[in-house]
């Protein structure tokens, strides 16, 4: 019997480790390193210790190996019958809190300066939220997201899963059946222990593995690939890579109160892993794109263009799934003994040597039995030194708690089989660290069977990854030689694909040659050139190490790299065949022939950066990626402009990403009303020019948004402080995320596509700012290095300083220490950087000690004493919230302006009213009837889920959780229901929602809320024309100003709704305004102005558009089933989607549920065009309306 044989490895699982009771991990969204990353030119692995294994042990080995050998052992692996069936909870997934705050409209942001201000957890705890920041400043950039796993295609920085739980293939054969009970029963023996900090088996719980209940199941892997779903779970993504950091633990300075590129070992460890896994993801999405039924494909298709711009182009993001693979190799090395003795059993004799025999050959493969040198590329040892033991004790509990943070994250991932596929891969790496973290004594009892199964099969993904980064990369080259003519085969995306070679050849991605080999002119993209510099770098440091170059040769090859501008593309082309193959000739041609001569004459053919000091000047330096600079940018390009981005943090979107209210427009409602509810929350500092401006173009720049990044504003509330219904935001979605992810996407195509006109420069940090005779240089620090860019005109989007409370030069602290005790709801990034930068230059600021604050910041009741909160965003006051004092007792209306709620807030907390420890102070309550909860489903859920409102039943509930007397609280909405038939309250409060009354037996929502600073109103002075203005008030020639870096606008106080509107209305502005032309060279689409660039290629010409047959609608309704094919029409067009029924992740009653009849209601209320757009889907005609 399975037990019986398991009994031995079982039993010992405890034996090192004391039971004690669990604390809970807090559920950040998890990440792994926040702070920095490693230089994208250093090496994946350092020097081996032992020169005499070089010939066999190195990369280059590793890789020939697995395309020889360890690929087809996995692949055979992970198909047996043990291997493939995998213990998950895919129902009901526990997800207390999926990423990042939700702004309400704190709309315009400075982007992160990849600081850490990582705080050591307590004993037993978890990292704190918000105290980590974004990657940092090297070039290895945030991935943009594969479409699946936890991801969407041309990802973004989408605020939340937009679309519905994902299904998986359930079913299971008879012998899988059989081993699925036989691997429950070793699964009740296994049990699940915590371990204590001074025992050698602390990390034995490092995982969170699955415990068998009844929502957990095994679920087939091979019959649920991963593959792209259409699933955007980018915030995912971005919040592992952006919350949270360690502490250094050492006397460099880090953070809010210093810089460092430095990092610490062990985040650099968890980066790297981080980076391997979202690069296996990526190509997974890439090999298996485009879904059968679409462009007349009758199987799953690669998109190599996907795969190129994720990874192809971005070599060190390729390192890092090397780096992970050897990390998992080394675990499995270690492991080695137990798992060739581990009884893979399933019932199925046969089948269980078979298991094992292939378990054995693996683990007597020549990388794993010869080649220990190489997996000195990571030591765990290294991990977790200090200078004193306490120190250590820290690091330790910060690696762990981080890491258990991944595997509570991935619950919140709502696809079914992205989630496991995420959950397989978390488990596994985390399988691999506890091997390596734990005494190979103990190994045995701190795996469980499920670990077992993840670990080989996360080693099998990632030799599988890189066995198709190759594939992925033919594909392109052959597709892009066929394009330019070359001699080379066909093999378009939309073509047969070929299938992965099993080839030796483990080269990266290279472009092949075509044309005249005699006349070695590249087409190359900068990426190219850098990915063939760096392979020529490789192979003179191999040549160097293996003795077959001196180390005077060595030299000048490497002078000879480093002195030409640029490298000539003779070089780059004897680097392509030579360097791997033969680095030592390689590296004596190089030296010997003076490569930098040569570069010279080629220099003139290949054009410098857009926006570099020996190029012609680009129109305009757009400082700071939030929805102010994106808005300008786009309108720039949309004329014509060249434009250069410097964004501090690696993806676009600032904080205007957070926002979640909505954005104001005088559409249905009078530009008047906005001027005068602006006015009057805007108090004595009232600016009429500034405010009239912002509410004359609130209608065309909203409109903007509409249709030219196709935003969905549909929905309309009344916010506080208004006296009308006219804040928009999206049906189904957060409309800060939506908008960023809309324009970010429109961005990133034009930096891939027009790269002489649309030059994007993400973790950059701005340092300086100078006059030249040309317009304005702007100095930035890149990866370390000080880099001078130039345009005729900059606009200055970098935010505001409302998280500048710790700075030597705070400006928080010199306008408003009054409020250094306040917590906040914005992000570290937040510290005026570009204020400070545009005052050395004689720009003027103003209102500087005007900081507003909201009045509803949520307490988390796991961490209330957080200094970062998220928002309670205003909706929720908007449809219905009321705030209670500590006795049950309102004291304020609800809807006025915010600094008139916190007035309130603060005049209660003197008189004593408000709760009391263990809140902090100034704490009220935020409490929702279950109408009112129902109109704001979709923020209640969510806030609902990170343990911010909890749901109670009836006043008697209520009163219970408040602890006030249920008598008090009838009397409170007794009292508020009569006012509300009146019209008016004993706060002067007016506006009543239409959900009423408030019942006594109906369920409540109901959180505690803090004022907390949310926006700062004073910033750089602009006029009309966002022109900054100088200390004499006159223009400064050639600058601007935009979102929440000026100041003026907003007076003593924002209007509710009003960021996300100023960032359009004068990113807008200067968009369309600002001087385009000049000497500059643009690229093809620029000739095009007229015609704004568009996220998608056209795909069809007119012609062919106007090809499209007419379908009715009765004919429609004859296929709604398999037999007479299956017809859906979205967006006016009708498709076929028979073939990708079987294949919807969602299930095929997804599609049937809607089919012979027009579904777009039904998909918009879960996805959008531009997923439909992206999925490859062709119509076959359009629906033809009736007369």
Request: with cysteine; aromatic share 6%.
């Amino acid at each position: 019997m399975l037990v019986d044989e398991q009994g031995a490895f079982l039993s010992r699982r405890r034996q090192r480790c004391r039971p004690v009771r669990r604390s809970r991990c807090y559920v950040l969204s998890a990440v792994l390193i926040a702070c920095a990353v490693l230089p994208t030119t250093s090496a994946v692995f350092p020097a081996l210790k032992e020169p005499e294994h070089a010939a066999i042990c190195d990369v280059d080995a590793v890789q020939e190996a697995n395309f020889r050998q360890l690929h087809p052992i996995l692949e055979d692996l992970v198909n047996r019958t043990f291997m493939r069936l995998f213990h998950v909870r895919l129902k009901s997934p526990k997800c207390a809190y999926w990423g990042s705050q939700h702004d309400d409209d704190n709309a315009h942001g400075e982007a992160d300066s990849g600081s850490c201000t990582g705080s050591v957890p307590t004993q037993g705890g978890g990292l704190p939220f918000g105290k980590g920041s974004s990657i940092g400043k090297s070039g290895q950039s945030f991935f943009p997201p594969p479409a699946c796993s936890i991801d969407g295609e041309e990802g973004s920085g989408g605020a939340g899963a937009r679309f519905e739980a994902t299904k998986v293939d359930h079913s299971m054969t008879k012998a899988e059946r059989k081993a699925s009970d036989e691997a429950f029963e070793v699964r009740k023996l296994e049990g699940s222990d915590t371990c204590e900090e001074d025992l050698p088996g602390y990390f034995a719980d490092l995982c969170n593995d699955e415990p068998p209940d009844s929502l957990s199941e095994d679920v087939n892997l091979i019959k649920n690939p991963e593959r792209n779903t259409g699933y955007n779970g980018s915030h995912i993504w971005q919040a592992m890579y952006s919350e949270n950091c360690f502490e250094v633990g050492s006397g460099l300075p880090r953070g809010r109160f210093g810089e460092s590129l430095d990092m610490c070992y062990e985040e650099m460890v968890l980066y790297r892993l981080l980076s391997g896994w979202h690069a296996s993801t990526t190509i997974s999405i890439a090999k298996n794109f485009y879904a059968p039924g679409s462009k007349g494909r009758s199987t799953w298709a690669p998109n190599p263009e996907h795969f190129m711009r994720s990874l192809g182009r971005h070599p060190e993001r390729l390192k890092n799934l090397h780096f992970s693979f050897v990390v998992v190799l080394r675990a499995i090395k270690k492991a080695g003994p137990y798992l060739q003795a581990y009884p893979y059993t399933t019932g199925d004799k046969k089948e269980d040597e078979l298991t094992k025999s292939l378990v054995e050959r693996f683990l007597q493969s020549q990388v794993l039995s010869v080649c220990s040198p190489l997996f000195d590329a990571f030591d765990e040892t290294r991990l977790f030194q200090g200078s004193s033991e306490h120190r250590s004790q820290l690091k330790r509990q910060q690696f762990k708690s981080v890491f258990r943070n991944i595997t509570e994250i991935v619950d919140c991932v709502q696809c079914q089989r992205c989630r496991l596929h995420a959950k397989l891969f978390s488990l596994g790496l985390g399988a691999a660290l506890k091997i390596l973290l734990t005494p190979t004594d103990m190994i045995g009892q701190a795996i469980s069977r499920n670990e077992v199964v993840s670990l080989w099969n996360v080693v099998w993904k990632l030799a599988d990854s890189i066995v198709d980064a190759k594939y992925l990369a033919d594909l392109h080259w052959q597709a892009k030689d066929s394009n330019s003519g070359s001699s080379t085969t066909s093999s378009s995306p939309s073509s047969s694909a070929p299938s992965p070679p099993a080839s030796d050849s483990w080269l990266p991605p290279l472009p092949p040659v075509g044309g005249n080999a005699a006349s070695p002119q590249l087409s190359l993209t900068e990426a190219d050139r850098l990915g063939l510099l760096d392979l020529a770098v490789g192979a003179v440091k191999k040549a160097s190490r293996s003795g077959a170059a001196e180390a005077v040769v060595e030299e000048k090859a490497l002078k000879s790299l480093a002195t030409a501008r640029p490298v000539s593309d003779a070089v780059l082309l004897i680097a392509k065949h030579y360097a791997v193959e033969n680095p030592g000739l390689f590296t004596r041609v190089l030296a010997e022939s003076g490569a930098s001569a040569e570069a010279a004459p080629a220099a003139a053919s290949a054009p410098a950066l857009l926006g570099s000091p020996n190029a012609a000047p680009a129109d305009a330096i757009i400082i700071g990626g939030g929805l102010a600079g994106m808005v300008a940018a786009i309108s720039m390009l949309d004329r014509g402009g060249t434009v250069v981005m410097i964004e501090k943090q690696n993806y676009l979107g600032g904080n205007s990403g957070k926002a979640s209210s909505g954005i104001n427009a005088a559409l249905e409602t009078s530009v008047e009303s906005l001027v005068r509810d602006t006015t009057r929350s805007a108090g004595g500092l009232a600016r009429p020019d500034l405010i009239n401006k912002l509410a004359e173009d609130s209608a065309p720049a909203v409109d903007w948004l509409r249709n030219r990044v196709s935003v969905d504003l549909s929905m309309r509330s009344q916010l506080g402080g208004h006296s009308v219904k006219r804040t928009l935001r999206p049906a189904n979605a957060f409309v800060g995320a939506e908008i960023t992810f809309a324009a970010g996407q429109v961005l990133k195509q034009a930096a891939d596509d027009t790269p002489d006109q649309f030059r994007l420069m993400l973790n950059t940090k701005w340092t300086g700012l100078k006059q030249v005779p040309n317009g304005w240089q702007v100095l930035v620090n890149v990866d370390g290095k000080k880099v001078a860019v130039e345009a005729r005109s900059v606009l200055i989007a970098s935010g505001g300083f409302g998280h500048d409370a710790k700075e030597f030069d705070s400006y928080m602290l010199k306008h408003r220490p009054d409020l250094k005790d306040f917590p906040t709801t914005l992000g570290p990034q937040t510290t005026g950087d570009g204020l400070k930068i545009a005052r050395t230059i004689g720009a003027k600021l103003i209102d500087m000690d005007k900081v507003q604050l909201h009045p509803t910041g949520f307490v988390d009741p796991q961490k209330p004493d957080d200094e970062t909160k998220t928002l309670a965003a205003e909706l929720l006051r908007g449809v219905g919230g009321l705030l209670l004092d500590r006795f049950g007792h309102r004291f304020t209306d609800e809807l006025t302006t915010r600094q008139a709620v916190v007035n309130r807030e603060l005049a209660a907390t003197s008189e004593g009213r408000d709760f009391t420890s263990p809140l902090p102070p100034r704490s009220f309550a935020l409490v929702l009837n279950s109408k009112a909860a129902a109109v704001a489903d979709r923020h209640v859920t969510l806030y609902s889920k990170k343990g911010l409102l909890e749901k109670v039943s009836g006043v008697e509930g209520l009163a219970a959780h408040l602890n006030v007397s249920a008598d008090t609280l009838r009397e409170t909405f007794e009292a508020y229901n009569k006012a509300s038939a009146v019209g008016k309250d004993e706060f002067n409060r007016t506006v009543f929602p239409a959900h009423l009354p408030v019942e006594d037996d109906e369920d409540f929502y109901v959180g505690f809320i803090v004022p907390v600073i949310h926006y700062t109103m004073g910033g750089i002075a602009i006029d009309t024309e966002a022109r900054v203005l100088g200390e004499d008030g006159k223009p400064l020639p050639g600058l601007y100003a935009a979102g929440e870096a000026s100041g003026g606008v907003h007076g003593d106080n924002r209007l509710a709704g009003n960021s996300l509107l100023e960032c359009t209305v004068f990113g807008r502005h200067v968009g369309k305004t600002l001087p385009v032309g000049g000497t500059a060279t643009v690229s093809a689409p620029k000739t095009k102005s007229a015609a704004p660039l568009q996220i998608e290629k056209a795909s069809q010409s007119g012609e062919a558009e106007e090809a499209l047959r007419a379908i009715s609608a009765e004919e429609l309704g004859q296929h709604k089933n398999l037999e007479q094919r299956t017809w859906v029409a979205l967006y006016g067009k009708v498709y076929d989607l028979t073939d990708y029924i079987e294949e919807h992740p969602g299930g095929e009653n997804a599609i049937l549920d809607v089919a012979g009849t027009d579904g777009t209601d039904h998909f918009e209320s879960v996805h959008n065009q531009r997923l439909l757009d992206s999925m490859g889907f062709e119509p076959i005609g359009t629906l033809a309306t009736s007369r």
